[in-house]
């Protein structure tokens, strides 16, 4: 048997005191895919072509009350009605639009960077006119088939390094005619990594030690080759035979002998030039790893505080290229 508590009736549940928060503070909503914009988050106003509408009609019936104009009459309340179903369809045209995904590319800083946005309509309508604007204003309209899917893309050019998140997404249309606007928030998990900018041209890279502690240059002769191994997805664009897919023998990637392997590059944040301030060391780490990934050459990285073993392939790639972008220099570090 449940028992009653005052207090537990007088004290606000965490979702109510979420709710209250964000109405009154304004602290941004926690939405996780799939998203579906139901009535308590769709808003409706009038556009300012909806209140010159407005406007028309209140004058028509004051001239038509003034002179008794049935025609007017009759006229004016046509247009109530077509600006009540106006409103209706303005609604109908957003309510249970789904968002089913979302994805972000990772990009370098002032290069174009791609979010997608996944629509869905649920309940087999026609959708027309719906708009996804970012905060910066950066919008992609489009209609939607009944019960179809279709992607949005917003592209952005992120300034600084970093990690980017899409944030806020304002959802409107103001179909069929104009007159109302309706719009919904939604708050995407998603973010993407910008990567410093790579140093251009690319500088040679620190000498390296080899196995027997000889310091040599990293600009050393063609590798000797050892054999071809089936294609991997993480293998470097670099390793591809070429050739052999040209003639049509399928896919492979080169692999060299293993004594080569003793001078792979170490790609170190103490290498770089102390003169430089953070961002021109990174771009610079940046410029060696695109370098290296060019050569399908193996490489180690290194930054205060990270350490990634020598690898190459993609997944590599991105993992250092990530590294640079979350890094945060710390005054303290032993290595700057």
């Known amino acids: ?33 799939p998203i579906t914009l139901r009535h308590e988050r769709i808003y409706i106003l009038p556009t300012k072509r909806g209140l010159a509408f407005f406007a028309v009609i209140a004058v028509m019936l004051v001239a038509s009350m003034n002179f008794g104009l049935n025609l007017g009459y009759a006229l004016s309340f046509i247009f109530i009605g077509l600006i009540a179903s106006c409103l209706l369809s303005t609604y109908l045209n957003l309510a249970q639009l ?22 869905r309509d649920p309940l087999q309508r026609q959708r027309h006119s719906i708009t996804v604007t970012n905060a910066d204003g950066i ?34 249309s103001n179909f069929p005619l104009g007159l109302w606007r309706g719009w919904g928030y939604m708050h995407t998990p998603v ?20 196995s ?13 080759f050892a054999e071809l191994k089936q294609y991997q997805q993480t293998d470097s664009p670099g390793a591809v035979a070429w050739k052999s897919v040209a003639r049509g023998a399928g896919w492979y990637s080169k692999h060299f002998d293993a004594e080569q392997r003793a001078i792979d590059l170490k790609l170190r944040w103490q290498d770089t030039p102390s003169d430089q301030n953070i961002e021109q060391r990174l771009s610079r780490l940046c410029a060696w790893i695109l370098e290296a990934e060019k050569r399908s050459q193996h490489y180690a990285f290194e930054l205060p505080g990270i350490s990634r073993s020598a690898n190459s392939g993609l997944d590599h790639q991105q ?16 290595h700057a």
């Open 98 to 119: 789904q968002f089913t995904c979302a994805h972000a590319a990772d990009c370098h800083a002032c290069s174009p960077q791609n979010f997608s946005v996944t629509l």
């Open 319 to 334: 993992r250092c290229l990530r590294d640079l972008a979350s890094y945060q220099f710390e005054p303290g570090d032993t």
């Open 191 to 210: 973010s993407a990594y910008v990567y410093p900018n790579p140093e251009t041209p690319c500088p040679d890279f620190a000498p390296q030690k080899t």
């Open 1 to 33: 048997m449940q028992t009653f508590s005052v207090n537990n009736f007088l004290q606000p549940s965490a979702t109510a005191r979420n709710k209250l928060a964000q109405r009154l503070l304004r602290v941004e909503a926690r939405d996780e895919l």
């Open 212 to 224: 027997t502690g000889e310091m040599i240059s990293a600009l050393t002769p063609d590798r000797e």
């Open 139 to 172: 919008a992609d309209t489009i209609d939607l088939k009944p019960g179809a899917e279709a992607n949005i893309t917003l592209q952005l050019v992120p300034k600084n390094r970093g990690t980017h998140a899409l944030g806020r997404l304002t959802i409107s």
